[in-house]
Every structure is written in C-alpha cells, then in structure tokens.
C-alpha cells in the first residue's frame, strides 16, 4: 500500500490483478494528481499485482481526454502518438493523438469478434481456452521492442455478459509448465508479424500468396520465455493464431507452417496457457479502468451484439523500458 492508493488483490474470480482505491481522493482528475503527486505508487501496485490493475469511477475522463494521457505517463516515459505510427486516422481520437478509438459506431466501424464455437463449454461456462476461445494476442507484439503497458477506458461498454476482456497470466502458466517443457521452450524465439501482413493461420490455410512485406512491416523475433524487467520473474510470450508467422514461423528454427511441429507446440502452449485457473474475465461498466502489462499477460475480446448495442473504448500504449534484450534498438515500425 502507498500513502495515495491501496490495493486489493486479487481480481474476482482470479489468481492475480487487483483493484485500485484512492485514499482521500475522488474523480479521474484527484486520482490522477494523487498518482503525478507519488509517480513510483501505480507501477508499483502493477508489479505487485502481476500485471493488472482495475480503477473504476472514472467517467469523467470521457470529457477530459488529456486526463488518460498524463495517467498513462506515470506507467512509462512514452505515449505512442498514433498518428505518428501509420494508425488509419479514423481509429485516432480527433484531438488528443495519443488515444486509440475502438469502436463498432462511425468512424471506426470495428466490428466485434465472432463468438466462439460452441458459444459456451461443456460445463455452461464463458469459453476462456484456446482454440475454443480465439484472437489471444499481447499488443503490438510484432513490434521491436514491443510496447510495455496498455490503458483501456471504458467509455461507453455494452451489457454485462458481452464485450468482456479477457486476460490470462503469462507468469503463472510460465512457473506451471512440466520441466521437461520448460527445457524445450528455453531461448525459442517466435516469429509475430502484424494481421495485415496476410501471414495469419487462416490466411496460410487458404492457400492466399502473402504480399512482399516493406521492412516496417517485416516479422519480428521476440522470446518466448520473456524475463520482466522490473520483476525479474519469466513469462510465457506468445500470441495465437492471427499475431504469429505462419509462413516462416510461428517458431524460429523450427518445422513452419500450419502443419509443422512449430505449430504442435504454439497449441500446446496456448491452450496451457489460457487454462482457466490462469485467466481473468472483466466485465465492463462505464468509467473502469484497465492498466496491463504486455510483458507478461495476454488478452482477447468477447462478442457483442453489435446490431443492437455501440462500444466504445479509448486506449494508450506505453513504452520505454522492454527489458535488456532490446537495449539500444531502433523502433521496427517506424518506416525510414
């Protein structure tokens, strides 16, 4: 606990996560100054938390943009500005760049993910495992160095019982794999390229000729057992289906394709992974809050009725302290 917030931890339902009170502050714009008044309380209560911290009541933010963004500062010294990264300008908040639009209402049209297939597991529950639950990623994973902390507003959600987020912990599935596994997978590399490079599963499986990638665009290696630079603990970094080479990958160094060993292993792992015992399920209400780190969790989208309800959603993206492994590195992204 710090002298400005507490935490309570775990999330519901939950082996990790916790949710953040102000102690004599009220509102988005006294939690903030709270947190710009001790800048070291929130990453701390992200560390400690394993990744993920909830901080509900903050509604007021829909009014007062800029209030995300200097929240988001206190998680690290770089807000991505969108703009500024080949984001379709439609997906970018009009006047503070700093904020990504995710929305199924103009002028974002996103539409919401499928539902998964059968919607519901064997026992009546809300699928949370891989492959029934599809679309696990952590962000921008095909990035070098890839990005640390996400914020995730909600500004207008739907109906609780749809457009949950899901978020399954990387550490603890990390410290739960057989050690023979935990050999296996020791200095693998995978392979991640962004959805528009036409190098998914699905794009594979159809028989469809990737396209010659610009070296922006071109696929990253990035650990599968990644060490938290702050914590020190390993986690499992990898992403499913869509996120990952299927062409050359989805492991360095070993059989590609959707059909190789590469891939046996991705959905052993992810399907270890996204185990219940290890996932979080948020259901959303207006004004909460999500801080997570990239660097150890991975999350999906639920489905919503999209014909009858709008979503949207505000998220930062934070940068500047990936670990030793990329020190020094030019950003991948960036078009020279």
């Not at 009170?21 to 938390?49: F, H, K, N, Y």
């Not at 539409?111 to 962000?139: S, V, Y």
């Not at 109906?159 to 596994?181: N, V």
């Not at 390229?193 to 469809?208: M, T």
Request: aromatic share 8%; proline share 10%; charged share 20%.
């Amino acid at each position: 606990m710090s002298s400005g917030f507490a935490l309570d931890r775990p999330l519901p339902d939950a082996g990790f996560g916790g949710r953040v009170r102000t102690i004599g502050a009220t509102g988005a714009a006294e939690l903030v100054a709270a947190g710009e008044r001790e800048p070291a309380a929130l990453p701390r209560l992200l560390a400690e938390s394993g990744g993920l911290l909830l901080i509900q009541g903050l509604e007021a933010m829909a009014d007062e943009p800029q209030l995300l963004v200097r929240l988001s500062r206190l998680f690290g010294p770089e807000v991505e500005n969108y703009r500024q990264t080949l984001m379709p300008f439609n997906q970018v908040h009009e006047s503070v760049p700093e904020i990504l639009l995710v929305s199924n209402a103009p002028p974002v049209g996103r539409d919401p993910p499928k539902p998964p297939e059968p919607p519901l597991t064997a026992d009546g529950l809300l699928p949370t495992q891989f492959p029934q639950r599809r679309g696990w990623h952590t962000d921008q994973s095909y990035r070098r160095p890839p990005p640390d902390i996400s914020l995730f507003l909600a500004v207008n959600p739907v109906l609780k019982g749809q457009g949950q987020t899901l978020f399954a912990d990387g550490t603890a599935a990390y410290e739960a794999l057989p050690p023979a596994l935990k050999t296996r997978i020791e200095g693998l590399e995978g392979l991640h390229v962004g959805l528009r490079a036409g190098r998914s599963r699905d794009e594979i499986l159809a028989g469809n000729r990737p396209r010659d990638l610009l070296p922006h665009e071109r696929p990253q290696r990035q650990p599968v057992v990644r060490v938290h630079p702050v914590t020190g603990q390993r986690a499992l970094y990898l992403c499913e289906y869509g996120q990952m080479d299927w062409l050359d990958g989805p492991f360095v160094g070993m059989q590609p394709g959707p059909h190789g060993d590469g891939a046996a292993l991705l959905v052993e792992l992810m399907t270890h992974l996204t185990r219940r015992a290890f996932v979080y399920v948020h259901d959303w209400t207006v004004g909460d809050l999500l801080v997570w780190d990239n660097r150890c969790l991975v999350h999906t989208a639920t489905w919503f009725d999209a014909a009858t309800q709008t979503r949207t959603m505000w998220r930062t993206t934070v940068s500047g302290n990936p670990g030793a492994l990329y020190r020094g590195e030019r950003k991948s992204w960036i078009a020279a």
